[in-house]
C-alpha cells in the first residue's frame, strides 16, 4: 500500500551485508531490473531509500528521467515514518546510473549510496535538489546529517 497498490509482492534481490557493500555486487545483482524499490539501513538505524521504474545500470555517469520516481523515509531523526518525496519536474534526472556507486537518486545527488558504504562516510544526502522538500528539513531529513554510513542496503524487484 505504501507503493499504491494493494496486493502486491516484492523479491528480494540484493541485500549488501549478504551479496557485499562493493558496489559491482549491486550491480551484478540490480542492474537490467526495474522497477526496484530500495531500502538502506543507515548505521545509527535509520531507514529510507527510493522507488524507481527505470532498471540500474553500469554506465559511465547517466541521468535518467522517471516520472514515478520517490524518496521516503521509514525511520527518521526529523519526519513521520512512511513520508514519501516526489521529484520536482515531472521526473527529471530522478536517478543516477554509474559503475562507481550503487543506489543514487537525484541530479544533486539527493541521495547516493558509496562504495564500501558499511566503512566509509561517502554516502550521502544532498536533499532537496530533484525531489521536493515538502517538510523543509533538508538534508536532516533521512539521517539527521548529509554523510552516513550504512548498516545495510536492500533492493526489491516486484515479483
Not at 3 to 30: P, V
Not at 43 to 56: C, R
Not at 129 to 158: C, M, P, R, W
Request: charged residues 15%.
Amino acid at each position: 500500500e505504501f507503493y499504491g497498490i494493494n496486493g502486491q509482492r516484492w523479491k528480494l534481490i540484493y541485500k549488501a551485508s549478504r551479496d557485499s557493500f562493493d558496489m559491482q555486487a549491486f550491480h551484478r545483482h540490480c542492474d537490467d531490473i526495474g522497477p526496484t524499490m530500495t531500502v538502506v539501513q543507515s548505521k545509527d538505524g535509520y531507514l529510507f531509500g527510493g522507488y524507481t521504474s527505470v532498471p540500474w545500470a553500469s554506465a559511465l555517469g547517466s541521468q535518467k528521467n522517471d516520472p514515478t520516481a520517490f524518496l521516503f523515509t521509514l525511520v527518521s531523526p526529523v519526519v513521520e515514518s512512511g513520508t514519501k518525496f516526489a521529484c520536482i519536474k515531472a521526473g527529471t534526472n530522478a536517478v543516477f546510473h554509474s559503475f562507481s556507486c550503487g543506489p543514487a537518486f537525484g541530479t544533486g545527488y539527493d541521495l547516493i549510496i558509496s562504495n564500501d558504504s558499511d566503512t566509509n562516510m561517502d554516502s550521502y544526502c544532498n536533499f532537496p535538489h530533484s525531489y521536493v522538500d515538502h517538510l523543509g528539513h533538508g538534508t536532516l531529513t533521512f539521517t539527521g546529517s548529509v554523510h552516513f554510513k550504512t548498516a545495510d542496503i536492500e533492493v526489491f524487484t516486484q515479483a
